[in-house]
Every structure is written in structure tokens, then in C-alpha cells.
């Protein structure tokens, strides 16, 4: 069974930084896109960067060049990090990691097969 446990986030101020993680267990395959979403209130969750198993990254236009993924590999669990910065109000959202065996990790979200609870990214201005 896959499981997803993200921690870290809260408030920040604009221009700030926070870095979330999310460790994940139980997946077994050699191939794997591990990304970061996130949902505003009343908006529909969207793709913020993934990663695949081959170190491919791709962000979204509105993170690029301010959030860094990584991720550091063990042999029974993987931890995903997102390194948030110059943060703006905007970044406000439930960020949430998942993983899927997909090929490109260009899927949009709801053919990702496994998530974490999410957490609260909250940016004052």
C-alpha cells in the first residue's frame, strides 16, 4: 500500500520562504512521477511541479525560477521536497504530494492514482 505523509508549511509572509515534505513508502515500481499540486479556495487543484524517475523536472509558469523540488532516495521510502520561495499571496493553497507510475508526469491530476492529506501553504501580504 502507498502511503504519502507530507509535513511542514504554514504561514509566511510575502517574500518569505517554507519548504514542505512528503515521505513515500510502498511503491514499488523502478518508474515513478512524484509531484506537488495544489488547491486554492475555490479553484481547481493544479499541477505545481513533478519529477520523474529519471530526474526530469517540469514546473508550472507561475513557480518557475521561485520553488525547487528534490528528492532523496532510500531503499524503502523516497522523501519529496518542495524548497517554496520569494512567496507571494497568491502561493495561498492546500499543497499536496502524489505519486503515479505514469510515463511524461504530464497527467493531469485526478489520473494521479496516490495522495498525501495535504497541507496549508499560507502567504500574507
Known amino acids: 500500500q502507498v502511503q504519502l505523509v507530507e509535513s511542514g508549511g504554514g504561514s509566511v509572509q510575502a517574500g518569505g520562504s517554507l519548504r514542505v515534505s512528503c515521505v513515500v513508502s510502498?511503491?514499488?515500481?523502478?518508474?515513478?512521477?512524484m509531484g506537488w499540486f495544489r488547491q486554492a479556495p475555490g479553484k481547481e487543484r493544479e499541477g505545481v511541479v513533478s519529477?520523474?524517475?529519471?530526474?526530469?523536472?517540469?514546473?508550472a509558469d507561475s513557480v518557475k525560477g521561485r520553488f525547487v523540488i528534490s528528492e532523496d532516495k532510500a531503499k524503502a521510502k523516497n522523501t519529496l521536497y518542495l524548497q517554496m520561495n520569494s512567496l507571494k499571496p497568491e502561493d495561498t493553497a492546500k499543497y499536496y504530494c502524489?505519486?503515479?507510475?505514469?510515463?511524461?508526469?504530464?497527467?493531469?491530476?485526478?489520473?494521479?492514482?496516490?495522495w498525501g492529506q495535504g497541507l496549508k501553504v499560507t502567504v500574507s501580504a
Open positions: 519529477i520523474s524517475s529519471d530526474g526530469s523536472t517540469t514546473y
Open positions: 510502498g511503491y514499488s515500481g523502478s518508474r515513478y512521477c
Open positions: 502524489a505519486v503515479d507510475s505514469q510515463v511524461g508526469c504530464a497527467g493531469h491530476w485526478w489520473s494521479w492514482a496516490d
